[in-house]
């Protein structure tokens, strides 16, 4: 993913967000030692689900005879299928539907509900017309932490030898303050980052760490406060 | 009563309890009613590739298959570590004390969450004295597993607003880059903003 991001002096460039994956201590092998991987298939589809079968026989008691004397259930066919380039899409009774209107239900942290307003899908903002901002908002990693969640995190990489220099200076500069780096992204550099559109919005810290001649750019990511719950305080007291 | 997970910190030992903590506990939760033009209700599904299998929750599932695509017996599996030698399960971190190592605040920021528990005290517990020391700039961890398994997860107590959390995650694979790392991109009126306004319950 490409990120447009700008530097203390306010200058930008387009470099890599790339994804970060967790240490993978355990692999798994079969019999003969090689190595085997997951993929996903086809169990069922909505053609064979309880709902369509009860609309053809009308009763379940003609279900269930009909699952003894037959198979209406499967699809010999399609079922076992391995499934890639899977999309989401909407449906009603009569179908797939391309225009929707979508609403947001919005519910207290106890239940109660508190809002329900037309979604709006918000663009993303990490690689638009404006570059994430550079807030010169700094805040100590010790404080940083006892603060925010850090529920997700990217690397950023440079794509060239101009912008190592460029992602090299601003690691550098975060790795002396010992501190993270508010970003933020839109025209007016004060919205929270959008990584696609319609996607959750996070609040964004930039920790930069070097070693020699080499750095580590990190994106972090939180939608949430390290905080008790006011629930909870309310259940105690 | 919650099940008490016993942290041990300078030889001494606190029963906790643990409840985890989302978002939705902390800020509520946002659903998504979708309509059509003429007011139907409509809910997502998964429609593969040919472009006409349409798939509900649980029409799915996984498959494990070895490298000529052949599936394979999941019971046959063995779990190894990173050198192909055996695994020897963990207990679960219920089944005795955890030792509390102090950790540093750079090992903490390389962790992958997992999930963020509350810690209180366990029945007739204290845990004043591990309170002491999170209000400090202390960290600690432990190796954790919830349930016992594979592996060991990494948790980390760290303090905040007198309390007591414990992150879990696993750490993650930064890489250092020196310049001939370089990637390939995958193409696809100021406002003063101080971290004491940023505002999470509108994400």
């Not at chain 1, 991001?5 to 970060?20: L, T, W, Y």
């Not at chain 2, 971190?93 to 920021?109: C, H, I, K, Q």
Request: with cysteine; proline share 5%; aromatic share 8%.
């Amino acid at each position: 993913m490409a990120i447009n991001i700008s530097n203390p002096k306010g200058r930008d460039a387009v470099v890599a967000a790339e994804g970060v994956a967790p240490k993978r201590d355990v692999r798994y092998v079969d019999e003969k030692g090689k190595p085997v991987s997951n993929l996903k298939l086809l169990k069922t589809d909505v053609l064979h689900d309880l709902p369509e079968l009860l609309k053809k026989k009308k009763k379940l008691e003609k279900i269930a005879d009909a699952l003894i004397k037959d198979d209406p259930e499967i699809d010999i066919e399609q079922f076992g299928m391995f499934l890639t380039d899977t999309s989401r899409v909407y449906v009603t009774s009569k179908g797939i539907v391309h225009l929707v209107e979508e609403f947001e239900v919005v519910t207290n942290p106890d239940g109660s509900p508190r809002d329900r307003r037309p979604r709006v899908k918000a663009a993303q903002n990490m690689n638009g017309e404006f570059p994430i901002k550079w807030t010169g908002k700094y805040i100590k990693k010790e404080d940083a932490i006892k603060r925010f969640v850090f529920t997700n995190k990217k690397q950023l990489v440079h794509v060239n030898g101009l912008t190592f220099d460029f992602l090299f200076d601003m690691a550098k500069e975060l790795d002396k303050k010992k501190s993270l780096l508010l970003i933020r992204g839109g025209e007016k550099g004060n919205e929270p980052i959008v990584q696609n559109r319609g996607g959750k919005p996070y609040n964004a810290f930039l920790e930069g760490r070097v070693k020699k001649d080499s750095y580590c750019l990190i994106l972090h990511l939180s939608n949430m406060e390290l905080k008790k719950p006011k629930d909870l305080d309310a259940a105690e007291s | 009563m919650p099940r008490e997970l016993i942290l041990s910190l300078d030889g001494r030992e606190f029963p906790v309890t643990m409840v985890k903590i989302d978002r939705d506990k902390l800020y509520g939760s946002v659903e998504i009613e979708a309509f059509d033009e003429k007011g139907r209700e409509a809910s997502l599904r998964v429609l593969a590739a040919d472009g006409k299998t349409l798939i509900d929750k649980g029409g799915t599932s996984l498959a494990t298959v070895n490298e000529k695509g052949t599936s394979v017996d999941r019971t046959s599996l063995k779990a190894v570590d990173e050198n192909g030698d055996p695994i020897e399960p963990v207990p679960s971190s219920f089944n005795g004390p955890n030792v509390l190592e102090r950790a540093t605040t750079d090992e903490y920021l390389s962790q992958m969450l997992k999930s963020v528990y509350l810690l209180g005290p366990g029945e007739d517990g204290d845990i004043k004295y591990l309170l002491d020391h999170l209000a400090g700039d202390d960290i600690f961890t432990f190796p954790f597993s919830y349930r016992g398994g594979l592996e060991y997860d990494k948790a980390f107590v760290l303090g905040a607003e007198n309390e007591a959390f414990m992150v879990v995650g696993k750490p993650a694979e930064f890489v250092f880059l020196k310049l001939n790392q370089a990637t390939v991109l995958d193409s696809v009126e100021e406002q003063e903003v101080s971290v004491d306004d940023l505002d999470f319950d509108l994400l």
